[in-house]
């Protein structure tokens, strides 16, 4: 799978000089149990071996440099929306009461998460930050396309070519963790996955072994590791990873991680697609068509019901009805 598609994007694999602490107390390999792809995959190639098939794959180094530099730690304090300063509400995973967990009650900064920062409550945890951006978020995250996630030229390419003209709403989702921070075992419709700074650690597993925990994300790798069942592959800036329709999946950062993900989902774009009433045919139109299908139906007689029949037979051999 390394040739699929022409194109190819000139990117910066690296964040080191990012300014981020991506620093990790452990231990990680670079195998991916599934496939990686160097090259842009055309939408036949996608729909045919991937979507309709359900297999994950990663598109390594998908993403264009200006994109990945818009993540740097000073261009990002300067934006209006991702002050380092800010408050945010924390959890052990993105959306704790997925996974019946609670969010710490203290708000971290930016720097905190960076950082490690503890949760008081519950100290054995580390704290991830998640959050579905707004129109003005956008524009502060993809400055060089005026806000627009889907540009042609940009790491979500391939997402709009997909998926833009089939009218799909698409759940968009960004991620902040410090190391040892991650997302547990769940599950949901298909997504795509870019990493723009640390390393992201993932365990995935087919649909027949999905699940919802509420153990750390360590608990969780450790759980699934060496089962014969799940896939790992470790992902890196500017990679782009697809993870199909229900496959259960867990995450575990190495050093500062942000990310973004979008869910596509049929779900969420029938709730905001508005109702059309339907149009009344009119008598030229029914003019038009045939008269049997304008033409009511007779009705069909109703079934008559068969009484039941009880024969009652005593010990004397007489009988009754």
């Not at 990686?36 to 297999?55: C, K, L, M, N, P």
């Not at 089939?166 to 997302?183: H, M, P, T």
């Not at 139109?285 to 069909?300: C, D, G, N, W, Y």
């Amino acid at each position: 799978s390394d040739n699929l598609g022409k194109t190819t994007f000139e990117v910066n694999s690296s964040t080191s000089d990012f300014g981020w602490n991506t620093t990790t107390a452990l231990s990680y390999d670079d195998e991916c149990d599934f496939d990686v792809v160097h090259e842009d995959i055309t939408a036949e190639d996608f729909f045919r071996d991937y979507f309709s098939t359900g297999r994950p794959f990663v598109m390594r180094n998908h993403v264009p440099k200006d994109e990945m530099r818009a993540f740097k730690k000073k261009r990002w304090d300067q934006t209006e929306s991702f002050k380092l300063s800010g408050k945010h509400s924390v959890g052990p995973t993105a959306y704790p009461s997925l996974t019946g967990q609670k969010s710490c009650e203290k708000r971290f900064s930016t720097l905190e998460i960076e950082n490690g920062t503890v949760c008081p409550e519950m100290p054995e945890r580390k704290m991830v930050y998640a959050f579905h951006p707004k129109s003005k978020q956008f524009h502060d995250m993809y400055p060089m396309y005026n806000g627009d996630v889907l540009d042609g030229a940009g790491g979500w390419r391939k997402v709009g070519e997909w998926f833009g003209e089939r009218e799909i709403d698409l759940g968009w989702q960004v991620f902040y963790g410090g190391d040892g921070s991650g997302a547990t075992f769940h599950w949901h419709n298909a997504a795509f996955n870019i990493l723009y700074v640390g390393i992201k650690e993932w365990r995935i597993a087919p649909p027949l072994h999905r699940g919802f925990t509420g153990m750390t994300a360590i608990e969780a790798k450790d759980t699934l590791e060496g089962s014969w069942y799940s896939l790992k592959c470790t992902q890196h800036p500017g990679d782009q990873i697809y993870i199909p329709d229900y496959w259960g999946h867990m995450t575990i950062n190495h050093g500062f991680t942000i990310g973004a993900a979008v869910i596509i989902t049929d779900d969420q774009r029938n709730k905001i697609r508005k109702k059309k009433p339907k149009k009344k045919k009119n008598l030229d139109k029914m003019k038009k068509e045939s008269l049997a299908s304008v033409v009511e139906k007779p009705k069909q007689p109703k079934k008559q019901k068969i009484p039941f029949l009880f024969i009652h037979i005593n010990k004397t051999g007489g009988t009754s009805l």
